[in-house]
C-alpha cells in the first residue's frame, strides 16, 4: 500500500565511497522530486523528473547524479562523498506539470551518514 | 523569487492550550501555499494547502490557517493542541515547475 517508497531508510558510510538511494511511488505520478534536509532541518529541492525528464536541478554539485529508468522510479546516485552530504534525503512524486498545482507526496526518508 | 519565512524556530506550548505557527511568504507570482508537518523519524504528511477562495483553510488534525494577502501571511493555528501534535511544521509556497519552496521550520513542542 505504501505510496512513495525509498531504500535504504538509513545508510551510513565512509568519505569517498559512492552509494546510491532508491525511489518507487505507486501512484501513477509522472513527476518525481528529491529533496535534502539538512542537520538543522532545513529542506531543499535538488531535482525533478517528469516522464523520465530531468526539470529540475537546483545547482547541485555533479557529484549527483539523478536517474530515472522510468516514471515510477527515480534514484539519486552520489559519488565520492562528502562530510556535507550526511542528511536526510526525501523523495516525492505528483501527478503532471506544469501549469497548475499538484500536491506532492513524500517518502519517508532515507537518512545518510558520511563518517 | 519566492522564499518563506517562519518566525520562530520553537513554540513550546502545555497540553489543551491554543497554539499559532507563523509564517510569512514573498511570492511575485500566483500564490499556492502548504502547511506540512514532519513527526519524529518520518517523511512529511501535508496539512492544509491554500490555491485559491476562501482565505481560512481547514486542515487535518484540527489545525487551520488564515491566508493574509496584504500581510503576506499564512499563519497555522489550533485551538487546543495534544501531546501527539509535538512534531516539526513547515510552511512552503510553490515555486515555478511545481517546486515547494519551504521555510526553516517550527518545532511545536506540547508539554503536559
Known amino acids: 500500500d505504501t505510496a512513495v517508497s525509498q531504500t535504504p531508510k538509513y545508510l551510513v558510510t565512509q568519505m569517498g565511497n559512492d552509494k546510491s538511494i532508491k525511489c518507487e511511488q505507486n501512484l501513477g505520478h509522472d513527476t518525481m522530486y528529491w529533496y535534502k534536509q539538512d542537520s538543522k532541518k532545513f529542506l531543499k529541492i535538488m531535482f525533478s523528473y517528469n516522464n523520465k525528464e530531468l526539470i529540475i536541478n537546483e545547482t547541485v554539485p555533479n557529484r549527483f547524479s539523478p536517474k530515472s529508468p522510468d516514471k515510477a522510479h527515480l534514484n539519486l546516485h552520489i559519488n565520492s562523498l562528502e562530510l556535507g552530504d550526511s542528511a536526510v534525503y526525501f523523495c516525492a512524486s505528483s501527478p503532471i506539470l506544469p501549469s497548475s498545482y499538484n500536491e506532492q507526496f513524500f517518502g519517508p526518508g532515507t537518512r545518510l551518514t558520511v563518517l | 523569487a519566492q522564499s518563506v519565512t517562519q518566525l520562530d524556530s520553537q513554540v513550546p506550548v502545555f497540553e489543551e492550550a491554543p497554539v499559532e505557527l507563523r509564517c510569512n511568504y514573498s511570492s511575485s507570482v500566483s500564490v499556492y501555499l502548504f502547511w506540512y508537518v514532519q513527526y519524529p523519524n518520518q517523511g512529511l504528511q501535508l496539512l492544509l494547502k491554500?490555491?485559491?477562495?476562501?482565505?481560512l483553510v481547514k486542515g487535518i488534525n484540527g489545525f487551520e490557517a488564515e491566508f493574509n494577502k496584504s500581510q503576506t501571511s499564512f499563519h497555522l493555528r489550533k485551538p487546543s493542541v495534544h501531546i501527539s501534535d509535538t512534531a516539526e511544521y513547515f510552511c512552503a509556497v510553490m515555486g515555478g515547475y511545481n517546486k515547494l519552496i519551504f521555510g526553516a521550520g517550527t518545532r511545536l513542542a506540547v508539554h503536559p
Open positions: 491554500y490555491l485559491s477562495g476562501s482565505t
